[in-house]
């Protein structure tokens, strides 16, 4: 199952897995790299099909954080934890909470928040047995939901591609079809309308289709399948990851592709295909960022202010990667991986020096030695 040779391929510094069966509780944290900082990233509670179902999905999904907090300039690492467990009828205090002393075992190197089926109510119980949990209750001085940050973010990095594409910034009179009507998507939809654009949307969802409807009643809804074939600007995928592929990519009909799934990418050969074709590929990775990045802030004491200045900070950093991909004639995703990885070795450089002066005393009441 797990391999060192895994682990050594993918990069990943740490796995551990969480069992205690008086609340069935299974659970697995990776850890996968923290050279900038203790690795955050989401819990996922999901019915998986198999204990490798479930192991394969955080060490996919732990990676993608380390390379989503390096291009987001986040002094955060990359980690994620799954539960294995079915939402509906698995979840009570003491999973949570004895998930949440396991946590506090790893002393800060991982930090969870939320992610598929996990909510903020989820998040108060871990935090009952640890601090080491962001995207805990504004009340309580954390940041709350993610999701509105989410679609900010992502709608900063529509800007971005539209200033690239179009030469002026404004969605005014765009036309983009959006795929997922859930909570990310329906609160670009609202953003995007307000800004003037022309919304077509798709999701499985009644009522969520139905929520989208009442929200922005002038949005055109069309079936599932349909929505690659819209005639759009900008085609904004925030339902699955993956919908780019081989069905896919040619059917497009858009300038653009920008939204919030991970992974839009079936395969890097699509990110060449979207460019051979002349569609401009925003960073998923990166215009997605805007949860992390307002659950960031918490370690700095959260507020709305400061989270929306980080979280447009995505519509610069979209610049200079599409620059970067112009001028090494490189796809996107590429320019974007280059990026990440590049910051997290200048890091990594720096790392050992002067690192007698860096360190803080880590038992204040004992002699040093
Ligand atoms: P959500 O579950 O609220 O919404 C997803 C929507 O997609 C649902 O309405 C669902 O019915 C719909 N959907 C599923 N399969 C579909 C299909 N085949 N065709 C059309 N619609 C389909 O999730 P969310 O929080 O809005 O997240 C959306 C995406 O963005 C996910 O891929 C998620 O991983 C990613 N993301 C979310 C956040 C966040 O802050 N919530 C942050 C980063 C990335």
Known sequence: MLSFETLYSMGHEQVVFFSDSSCNLKAIVAIHNTVLGPALGGTRMWPYASEQEALTDVLRLSRGMTYK???????????????????????????????????QSLNGRYITAEDVNTTVADMEH??????????????????????PYTALGVYRGIEASCTKVYGDRSVKGKVIS???????????????????AKIIFTDINEKNIQLFKDTIPSAEFVKSDEIYDVDCDIY??????????????????????????????????????????????????????GGVMNVSIEFEGWNDDKSKRMVNTIYDTSLNIFALSDKENIPVNKATDKLAEARIESIRKIKGAYVGTNIAPRFPGRKQR
């Open 236 to 289: 904004a995928p925030c339902a699955l990851g993956a919908t780019v592929n081989d069905q896919t990519v040619e059917r497009l009909k858009c300038q653009i592709v920008a939204g919030a799934a991970n992974n839009q990418l079936a395969e890097d050969k699509h990110g060449e295909i979207l460019m051979k074709r002349n569609i401009l590929y925003a960073p998923d990775y990166l215009v997605n960022a």
């Open 69 to 103: 907090a390096s291009i987001s300039g986040l002094d955060l690492g990359g980690g994620k934890a799954v539960i294995i467990g079915d939402p509906t009828k698995d979840k009570s205090e003491a999973l949570f909470r004895s998930y949440g002393q396991f946590l």
């Open 126 to 147: 871990i935090f009952t047995e640890t601090d080491n949990v962001a995207g805990v209750a504004q009340i309580h001085g954390g940041s709350g939901n993610p999701s």
């Open 178 to 196: 959006l795929q997922g009507a859930g909570q990310v998507g329906r609160s670009l939809g609202e953003i995007l309308h307000n800004n003037g």
